[in-house]
């Protein structure tokens, strides 16, 4: 699509007009092909930062940014395909234990997933501690293996979308990345390129999340939900607390450790509840299966062992070591230094800041502060309990993985400031705060 003078779009949005689709599409779609200069683009986005985007100019920038390179359309897998995406928060490993149950229960997944930024975790550097993993699989390896094992968990190819990628990073640079449409759009513009037969979105809403507060997450919720509708694409999105971190592990290494535990019916909590939230709404959307009969399904799964030996494939399909499903401590770098944290009071844990937990993991090298960082994959912390827990004094809550004895200490002294003590009982926060479509 030409575009006449893409200073005249620039305008017309900075002046609150309403662009048409075609404006948005041609000014986009010239930026992916470098004919846009990118301080031409950064006014783009800060007037649609400032002025907002309607749903025809959220849809149409969606639109344009999927046009902008190949899609997957995955026709050579024969297993109804379900894609899952979090918006991203602290120990959020939800997409390593859903991927391998929902291939244990007859789905596919072909999870094309993201590196950490700041204090949210990557489900593709999680994946990366286990020796050998390999993450950067060709469209046809990656739809293969997702027919063979019912699961497969990579990094997009750069042609995928290329669009997104320029805007985002752009966004990031002018600080325009809190728009919700822009949000909306690089989100769904990755999940609509890629032909599953459902969407499960999951935003996140809390201290740990990018969305702060419900409603803001609500508000992203039903943006994205509306473009799937738009696009004909089933989709679900729900909104889910995080208030405080989801698991445990807020790391690597340790991430893959929990997953293992996780695989093996081993663990409870709300990490596991996640994951089969998405179960069982994959098997009522995808196998009309009624909630009960889904969740005693990948309750199964769980306990028996079969999502961890999908799992297991999983990994050895992709280079890595299978025995990390077997022996994870043996297999996996750990740090050198262990510190635990331990409770300061008796008292009930009142409330968390996630973030700041994310970021003295992400500062013990277990993260990155810009892309292409490198990460540490044996750092990080482990914080066990949850809002609404009682503790006695000196109880240990968990521990610090670092390099060094001081970096543990400022971990240490990091995660018990983030914390907020009651003397009183304190109300469990529910996990779901709202299912769209």
């Known amino acids: 699509m030409s575009l006449a003078d893409p200073r005249d779009v620039v305008a017309a949005k900075r002046d609150g007009r309403t662009l048409a689709p075609e404006e948005v599409e041609g000014f986009v779609l010239a930026y992916a092909r470098d004919e846009v200069p990118d301080y031409l683009a950064a006014a783009f986005l800060m007037a649609c930062y400032v002025r907002g985007l309607d749903a025809g100019e959220t849809l149409a920038l969606t639109r344009a940014m999927v046009a902008s390179g190949r899609t997957l359309p995955l026709e050579g897998i024969s297993r109804p395909k379900v894609d899952k995406h979090s918006t991203g928060g602290v120990a959020d490993g939800v997409t390593l234990v859903f991927a391998p149950l929902a291939a244990a229960l007859g789905l596919a997944v072909a999870k094309l997933s993201g590196r950490g930024l700041g204090h949210t975790g990557g489900t593709l550097d999680k994946l990366e501690a286990i020796p050998g993993l390999r993450t950067d699989l060709e469209p046809d390896a990656f739809e293969r293996q997702v027919e063979e ?77 509306a473009l799937a509708r738009d696009w004909g694409r089933a989709c679900r999105v729900v909104v889910t607390d995080m208030s405080q971190p989801l698991g445990s592990a807020v790391g690597n290494a340790l991430d893959v450790v929990e997953t293992v535990a996780l695989l093996r019916g081993q663990e409870r909590g709300r990490l596991r509840d996640a994951a089969l939230v998405f179960a069982v709404e994959a098997q009522v959307r995808l196998l009309d299966l009624d909630a009960t009969e889904a969740l005693a399904r990948a309750e199964r799964a769980l306990d028996s062992g079969e999502a961890l030996d999908a799992f297991r494939r999983m990994v050895q399909a992709q280079g890595g070591d299978p025995r990390v499903a077997d022996d994870p401590m043996g297999v996996l770098p750990q740090a050198p230094v262990v510190r635990p944290i331990l409770a300061p009071d008796d008292g009930h844990l009142a409330a968390v800041e996630a973030e700041t937990i994310g970021r003295a993991s992400a500062d013990l090298g277990a993260g990155r502060k810009r892309k292409g960082d490198p990460v540490d994959p044996a750092v990080g912390i482990v914080f066990r309990p949850k809002i609404g827990d009682h503790v006695r004094a000196g109880q240990e809550l968990g521990e610090v993985h670092a390099r060094e004895d001081e970096a543990a200490v400022v971990g240490v002294e990091r995660t018990l400031a983030a914390l907020t003590w009651s003397p009183s009982p304190v109300g469990v926060v529910p996990l779901v705060h709202g299912w769209f479509d």
């Open 149 to 225: 094992i019912g699961c497969a968990v990579a990094a997009p190819t750069a042609d995928l979308v290329p669009a997104d990628g320029k805007l985002y990073a752009l966004r990031d640079a002018t600080a325009t990345v809190p728009a919700i449409p822009l949000i909306a759009s690089s989100v769904m513009s990755k999940k609509l390129a890629v032909g599953t037969d459902l969407i499960l979105l999951d935003v996140k809403a809390g201290s740990g999340a990018f969305m702060k507060t419900v409603e803001d997450a609500v508000e992203l919720a039903r943006a994205s939900a």
